[in-house]
């Protein structure tokens, strides 16, 4: 965590208001809160609604999801690029790297639809809901962007050409709709950002943007179709403001020493943060927009390629912009392989208290947004987590990842042990069953447990556990190969192999090799 000593105090105002947290009378118990509600009662006030909005958030922002996930969906096999919950929190997406978008119903936890998306080459590499919950956008390396119905046994599917490129060589990296539903907007590997009209589908105007790849757009209001977001590879992220001139950006904040992969305005028209390949979360004020002297490109420090991160560089000193006009910045993640999302945490239940990001390093990152601490560490899963998201109304988050699964992450207050898993090359093993649990001395593991679909870290095990999981696998009709090569003599798992060494960008198409790894 990197902050300046003065954080905004207009931004800490904010959150202390939402959720009553580090309050002027400190962080009240629920205890307390139940005597308060009390208290208003024997005075005469109206308690009939119980408490009042901010002690809700007060006390649900208190439950955040903790290490003991299970298996949502692990029947999917390949890659799952984008993982979202609806708006409303009724439906749940996932789509993945073989054209299949999966839509299921949240309160049942059984799946609606299977829609196969059109022609994206190497993946679908962004989706975003419609404001009415009803349609899905997506995009790919195509110059089409799509809209298909989420509702529905029957199948609206629209195909909207964006850019002019028959080739393949146009990339839509990022859309989003409008907040009226009228447009949407998207940023292309061609430089240029894109607002397509839906009601006349036609494309309503472009501009140039960036120097270098557009991975990610974002409307900046959530009632304001004026004001767009964007950043790239370029290191630097935009505020555009329709209504003036275009080519020439609003606001230009710079701070990232490498390019940016996602944003995620906070809703209130002030704020919003990035994640970048420097392994960073940075958060901004649109007040303090960046002088246009300073915005040439900061030449990069790092000595490798983000696509190919380790474990070592990623915990090299990350270099420091000269001229970070970021107001804190958030770190223990890394950002390799893909473009990795950070998001704010829903308003309802959390005050947008907390950010939460995937991560290369498989492991799901929950940070305070006012001290940068990490407050929860999300492990089990054995691929890059790309994609994630945070029920509005209930304390619940959803991840998708690389190793073909979706996981839910839930707060119980119980102590149950964290979720871990075998680590496998060549899909999933993370089973059908509803429970998963870390096991590091396995001698006295049982045959139900591998009946149950449990998972189990190979890493963490003694000599005499490996044997007894071996054993039962066997047992099970697991055919188990393993490879000692594949260990560093940590113990820990080498990066890189599950990844595949050999493609050019995990969002980029490879004009050598077209197969899906």
Known sequence: MEKDESIDTAFSEKIISATGSHSHRG???????????????????????????????????????????RVFDDYVHHRIFCGSISPDGQVFMAACQDRRIMFYDLKT?????????????????????????????????????????????????????????????????????SPDSNEFVGGSNDRYVYVYDLNRKTLREKFRAHDDDINTVSFFEDSNNHLLLSAGDDALCKLWDRRIPKGKAAGIFVGHTAGVTHIDPKGDGRYFISNGKDHGIKLWDVRKMTSSTLTKKYSRTEDHDYRYVTR??????????????????????????????????????????????GSADKIAYIYDVLTGDIVQKLVGHT????????????????????????????????????????????????????????????EDLDDDEIEGGHVFDA????????????????????????????????????????????????DSQDEDDDDDE
């Open 27 to 69: 962080n009240r118990s629920i205890h307390q809160l139940l005597q308060d509600r009390e208290h208003r009662g024997k005075q005469g006030r109206n308690t009939r609604e119980g408490f009042t909005p901010r002690d809700k958030t007060n006390i649900t922002q208190r439950f955040v999801p903790r290490n003991n996930g």
């Open 383 to 442: 691929g890059i987590i790309r994609d994630l998201s945070w029920h509005p109304t209930e304390t619940k988050l959803m991840t998708t990842s690389w190793d073909g699964t979706v996981a839910v992450w839930e707060h119980h207050d119980r102590d149950e042990k964290p979720m871990r898993s075998l680590k496998r090359k060549s899909e999933s093993v993370m089973g059908s069953g509803r429970r998963l649990v870390n096991v590091s001395e396995m």
């Open 312 to 357: 070592g560089n990623a915990r090299q000193t990350p270099a420091v912009h000269p001229n970070d006009g970021s107001i804190m910045t958030y770190r223990g993640h890394t950002v390799g392989g893909t473009l990795i999302r950070a998001k704010f945490s829903p308003t309802e239940t959390t005050g947008q208290r907390y950010i939460y990001s």
């Open 459 to 506: 890493a963490n095990l003694t000599q005499q556990g490996l044997q007894n999981l071996l054993r039962m696998l066997s047992d099970q009709g697991y055919h188990v190969v393993i490879n000692p090569d594949d260990m560093e003599e940590d113990g820990e798992w080498e990066e890189g192999d599950e990844e595949g060494d050999n493609r050019k960008d995990d």
């Open 109 to 177: 936890e059984k799946k609606l639809k299977t829609v196969y998306a059109a022609d994206n080459g190497w993946s679908i590499l962004d989706t975003d809901f419609s404001p009415d919950q009803q349609w899905l956008l997506y995009s790919g390396w195509s110059r089409y962007a799509s809209i298909c119905n989420i509702w529905g046994e029957h199948q609206v599917h629209d195909h909207l050409e964006v850019g002019d490129d028959p080739d393949g060589n146009f990339c839509l990296f990022s859309v989003k709709f």
